[in-house]
C-alpha cells in the first residue's frame, strides 16, 4: 500500500518569502501525485497535478512543483507567498496498479504567512 | 455547472446512533468516492461507488457503508456510531472517462457526543 509523507505540520512565512512545501511517497509502481488546497472556510481545491512528461509542473495562483522519482518526492514551492496563500496544503499520490482513481493523502502542512 | 454537493452541512448525533450522509457529484461525473478527515489529518479513502456498486474500499469496519442511485448521487451510512467516528466527511466525484482528478465537495461535518 501507498503511504505520503509531509514533513512540516506547520510553517509560518512573512510575505514575499520564498516557500517550499517537502512531500515524499511510498511506492514502488507508477503513481500519479497531487497537490491540494484547503482554503479557511472553504473546500479542498486542485493546486496542481503531475502524471508524465515534464516534472516540473506548473498549477495554480503562481505554485508550482517538482516530481523526483529517484528521490520519491513532489515538492511545493512557490517564489514569493501572499496573505492569501494561508491555508492547509495535502499531497496526494494515486497508485495506478488499481487503475481507479484513489487518492492517499499526507497529513497535510498549515501554512500560515503573515503580512 | 454545479460542483460536488453535499448535505447536511454539520450534524450531531451520539454514541450508537445511525446517521446518513448525502452527496451529489459534479455535473458530468459519474464515479464518487467518500473519505474521512479527522481534525489534524488528512482524507483517509473509505469507499469509491461506480455504476451504483461499491467497487473498492478502504480500511474501515463494514459499520461503514454506502449506496450510489441511477442519478449518480451517493449516501455514506454510518452505524453504531463510536466517538471516533467524529471528523469531517468528504465526497468526491470524478468521470470514469476521465479518472484524473477528483473534484471534492465541502464535506459534512459530524460531531458524535
Known amino acids: 500500500a501507498q503511504s505520503v509523507s509531509q514533513h512540516n505540520h506547520h510553517v509560518i512565512l512573512s510575505e514575499a518569502a520564498s516557500l517550499e512545501l517537502g512531500c515524499n511517497y511510498s511506492?514502488?509502481?507508477?503513481?500519479?501525485l497531487f497537490w491540494y488546497v484547503q482554503y479557511p472556510g472553504q473546500h479542498l481545491q486542485l493546486l496542481l497535478k503531475?502524471?508524465?512528461?515534464?516534472?516540473l509542473v506548473k498549477g495554480i495562483k503562481g505554485f508550482e512543483a517538482e516530481f523526483i522519482k529517484s528521490k520519491f518526492s513532489f515538492n511545493l514551492r512557490k517564489p514569493s507567498v501572499q496573505w492569501s496563500d494561508t491555508a492547509e496544503y495535502f499531497c496526494a499520490v494515486n497508485a495506478m496498479n488499481s487503475g481507479y482513481s484513489t487518492l492517499t493523502f499526507g497529513k497535510g502542512t498549515m501554512l500560515l504567512v503573515s503580512p | 455547472d454545479a460542483g460536488v454537493t453535499q448535505s447536511p452541512t454539520h450534524l450531531i448525533k451520539t454514541r450508537g446512533q445511525q446517521v446518513t450522509l448525502r452527496c451529489s457529484p459534479k455535473s458530468g461525473h459519474d464515479t464518487v468516492s467518500w473519505y474521512q478527515q479527522a481534525l489534524g489529518q488528512g482524507p483517509q479513502f473509505i469507499f469509491q461507488?461506480?455504476?451504483?456498486?461499491?467497487?473498492q474500499r478502504g480500511n474501515f469496519p463494514d459499520r461503514f457503508s454506502g449506496h450510489q442511485f441511477p442519478n449518480y448521487s451517493s449516501e455514506l451510512n454510518v452505524n453504531a456510531l463510536l466517538l471516533g467516528d467524529s471528523a469531517l466527511y468528504l465526497c468526491a466525484s470524478t468521470d470514469e472517462g476521465n479518472t484524473d482528478t477528483q473534484y471534492f465537495g465541502p464535506g459534512t461535518r459530524l460531531t458524535v457526543l
Open positions: 461507488y461506480y455504476e451504483e456498486e461499491e467497487r
Open positions: 511506492y514502488g509502481g507508477t503513481v500519479n
Open positions: 503531475y502524471f508524465s512528461g515534464d516534472p
